[in-house]
């Protein structure tokens, strides 16, 4: 009889558990789209280039993503937002994570849009890699996690001890780091700025005829929450030289 009561004991205490784990599993979204830089500049207002700047352009701009106004032209939808593998996503200091995809340009939204049951103080980790070559740089990035819609440039790591909700890294460093699964622990969570729940590393390839990619990470949130992000792309600056026999022409 004891060990028939110890059995029921334990089984409800597993069950218990598992009750309580599912309670506090939060759903969070994340919107993701990537924009021509020459699309992303035409919203901005004086004084929205400027680092964490927000205000009433960028406001604009969610809005029209948000209702699908934004001509289809001026997205690049060959760089969908995507999970991670498991071994990545622990690299980079992520839960591991089991998404809903919702592609842009199906229903209204212009957004990429994740959608996953996570823990509250728990990151998961996205990628944005580039399927064409032709639009190869990031520079600017917007994201909003717990307040407004913000701008941030990608600047490289910094050396005095701040953080960054948006930094620049060669990618081939990153991959070194991936591979060996420090790239979190030795190096970006000593860099990056979560407190808004939200920011960015940028791969720069070191190649210039192909592009850089970004992990996005993500903090979870004690409530529910929608973070978006969106990555303006460029083309590559670097001197061409026409083919000619005559003269040189450097552009």
């Known amino acids: 009889m004891d060990s028939v009561r110890r059995g ?16 506090a599993a939060l759903e969070y979204r994340l919107q993701v789209v990537s924009l ?6 035409a919203f901005l207002r004086p004084g929205e280039l400027g ?11 969610e809005a029209t993503l948000d209702s699908g106004e934004l001509p289809k032209g001026v997205i690049l939808f060959d760089r969908r937002v995507q999970p991670v593998s498991e071994s990545l996503g622990r690299a980079y200091g992520g839960a591991r994570i089991t998404p ?5 340009a199906v229903g209204a939204a212009a957004w990429d849009e994740l959608v996953w049951d996570g823990t ?22 917007v994201l909003r996690g717990r307040g407004a819609l913000r701008h941030f440039q990608a600047y490289a790591f910094p050396m005095n001890g701040a953080r960054l909700p948006a930094l620049s890294l060669p ?8 591979e060996r699964g420090t790239a979190w622990d030795k190096y970006l969570s000593r860099g990056l700025d979560l407190s808004e729940g939200i920011g960015v590393v ?34 590559r600056k670097f001197d061409r030289q026409a083919p000619s026999p005559g003269i040189i022409i450097i552009r």
């Open 8 to 23: 029921f004991v334990c089984s409800l205490f597993i069950l218990l558990l598992g009750l309580a784990s599912q309670a």
């Open 36 to 41: 021509y830089s020459t699309a992303f500049s």
């Open 51 to 61: 680092n964490g700047a927000s205000g009433p352009g960028l406001n604009r701009l």
């Open 100 to 104: 809903l995809f919702n592609p842009g």
């Open 120 to 141: 509250p103080g728990e990151r998961s980790v996205w990628l944005v890699s580039p399927t064409i070559r032709n639009v190869q740089e990031i520079r600017d990035t």
């Open 171 to 178: 990618l081939n460093f990153l991959w070194f780091h991936e």
């Open 202 to 235: 940028v791969g720069v390839n070191t190649n210039t005829l192909f592009p850089d990619q970004v992990y996005v990470i993500v903090s979870h949130a004690e409530q529910p929450t929608t973070y978006k992000a969106v990555i303006v792309w460029r083309g």
